[in-house]
């Protein structure tokens, strides 16, 4: 068993240092990017923000999609039914907007996700004059440039479509909550400069041509996920997506056990269905790190009950750990230069994105448990059963 755990130790280490290299080029980039001036490109933009129910922060969210500066774009928001108990927030946000604002019911979806439907049914009525879309959620509450920087790189012609990530913020004081915040918050490394980049639906912006030539609607058609299909239309097209560090964006968040399992389970299962290559990799990764950990702390426990030396069984336990943390901490960094206007607030948190964040491979685990064992999920209260990435059941 010794022997074993040597080997996993070692092999966690070599990776954790890996992985600091990567984080360090990450950090390098998202350097680079705040240095670099958006452009002068400024089409006319559409951007689409499908909302569902009254959320925590939502009318304020809502009122900083109104507030963007040198761009010149129409806002859509967009519902399932004109009952939702959101629209008479949205209608006054829409109301009292600097930007024109239009409010959108696109009825219940019938193969599909209600976002994607209701995303689908605002493009297919947009009129010509749209050159780009732009796409958010209601849950985010981006900065006043945010909007231009995320459009501006679409002016060449070798970019296919930008994106950014979130970046969770507890406005809640308990558990769940931060362990919500330090599991989202490895994901936005998984973004950079030279790697396989993925489209984010709270945070994406594509020419229409792009759009259109990819055939995203037929992509969307009977799928659940608008930002896995995006991405893998544009991957058969060749066109590449670029990560936009300086677009990074807040989402201020609360919930409970429940709702952080609802959320992350989702999220996983998401991704097998759609990048099954991914989630086999971040699952192995995952199982390994865990189980070093387990595998280390039962043989810490063993030698001290036989009153062994168990110093160097400690050091190699935590030592990956420690390689987490160091990588938790490169990354927290690069956020607060990013976002300048949170960094207290942000730093305030560290020991969630960068000591919790250590142990949530383990909520990981019961993530990718779930999805072996099911294909079903609840988005926004409705429940689908994700059949394939081309096959989608509602209830």
């Not at 696109?106 to 995303?119: D, H, I, Q, R, T």
């Amino acid at each position: 068993m010794e022997t074993l755990f040597y080997f996993l130790a070692l092999l966690q280490v070599l990776t954790g240092v890996y992985l600091i290299w990567h984080a360090l080029q990450w950090l390098g980039y998202v350097r680079r990017r705040l240095r670099t001036d958006a452009g002068f490109y400024s089409p006319r933009v559409a951007l689409l923000c499908p909302c569902k129910g009254v959320e925590s922060g939502l009318e304020r969210n809502l009122v900083s999609l109104t507030e963007f500066e040198r761009q010149n774009y129409e806002i859509f928001f967009i519902l399932a039914s004109g009952s939702d108990p959101a629209r008479g927030i949205i209608e006054r946000v829409a109301k009292n907007s600097r930007a024109k604002a239009n409010v959108v019911i696109a009825g219940p979806p019938n193969g599909c996700s209600e976002k994607v439907n209701n995303l689908r049914v605002a493009i297919e009525q947009l009129p010509p004059e749209f050159e780009a879309l732009a796409f958010t959620d209601s849950d985010v509450r981006p900065g006043k440039s945010w909007l231009h920087n995320l459009v501006a790189p679409l002016g060449d012609v070798r970019v296919g479509a930008t994106t950014t990530m979130r970046w969770f913020i507890p406005n809640r004081n308990n558990l769940a909550t931060a362990l919500l915040a330090a599991w989202n918050a490895p994901v936005i490394t998984m973004l950079s400069e030279k790697g396989k980049n993925f489209c984010w639906g709270g945070g994406t912006a594509i020419r229409r041509s792009i759009f259109e030539q990819s055939g995203v609607l037929d992509e969307w058609k009977n799928s659940v996920s608008d930002d896995y299909s995006l991405t893998r239309a544009l991957e058969r097209k060749n066109h590449p997506i670029l990560f936009l560090p300086e677009c990074l964006t807040l989402s201020y968040v609360e919930t409970d056990f429940d709702g952080l399992l609802e959320f992350t389970n989702r999220q996983i299962l998401i991704t097998r269905v759609y990048a099954d290559k991914v989630w086999a990799r971040a699952a192995a990764t995952h199982f390994l790190y865990c189980l070093t950990l387990v595998f280390g702390a039962l043989l810490i426990l063993g030698n001290l009950l036989a009153q062994r030396p168990a110093f160097h069984l400690v050091a190699l336990t935590f030592l990956p750990l420690l390689l987490s943390a160091i990588r938790g901490s490169i990354r927290l960094i690069g956020v607060t230069e990013a976002v300048p206007a949170a960094r207290s607030q942000i730093t305030g948190q560290a020991w969630i994105y960068v000591l919790l964040t250590v142990f949530i491979p383990f909520l990981y685990l019961v993530n990718f448990a779930n999805s072996l064992i099911t294909r079903r999920i609840r988005w926004r209260g409705v429940n689908y059963e994700l059949i394939s990435s081309e096959q989608t059941r509602i209830g």
